[in-house]
């Protein structure tokens, strides 16, 4: 019996310590810091040149071709249309600068 009466104490002290926890995360859209950016040797190949298609809908946006790292050397990503994450967010495209490489991302 001694036994049982302890378990249960002890069942009933660790309650104590399981308290019902609450989080709220606040947030600003649109003003994360840029991708960390990439080390690289050589720059990228010029640009190919494409024309856009129709859009396939309101509200979508243009993002260009370009260039993206992949192991030793760059691989191509044809422009595509695409809907931006949040309102009044716009498409920032990768670039190139001093033998470093930033990739693209929504601001």
């Known amino acids: 019996?001694?036994?049982?009466l302890l378990v249960l104490a002890m069942m009933?002290?660790?309650?104590?310590f399981g308290a019902t926890r609450f989080f709220v995360g606040v947030g600003v859209r649109?003003?994360?810091?840029?991708p960390a950016p990439v080390a690289v040797y050589a720059p990228p190949p010029a640009p190919l040149v494409a024309y856009a298609p129709p859009a396939p809908g309101?509200?979508?946006?243009?993002?260009?071709g370009y260039w993206y790292?992949?192991?030793?050397r760059y691989s191509w990503r044809p422009g595509y249309w695409a809907r931006p994450p949040?309102?009044?967010t716009y498409w920032v495209a990768p670039r190139y600068y001093g033998?470093?490489?930033?990739?693209?991302?929504?601001?």
């Open 99 to 107: 033998r470093r490489y930033y990739p693209g991302y929504w601001r």
């Open 30 to 34: 649109g003003y994360w810091p840029a």
């Open 1 to 4: 019996m001694k036994t049982r």
């Open 69 to 72: 790292p992949a192991g030793a």
């Open 58 to 64: 309101y509200g979508y946006t243009w993002v260009g």
């Open 86 to 88: 949040y309102a009044r």
């Open 12 to 16: 009933a002290a660790g309650s104590m």
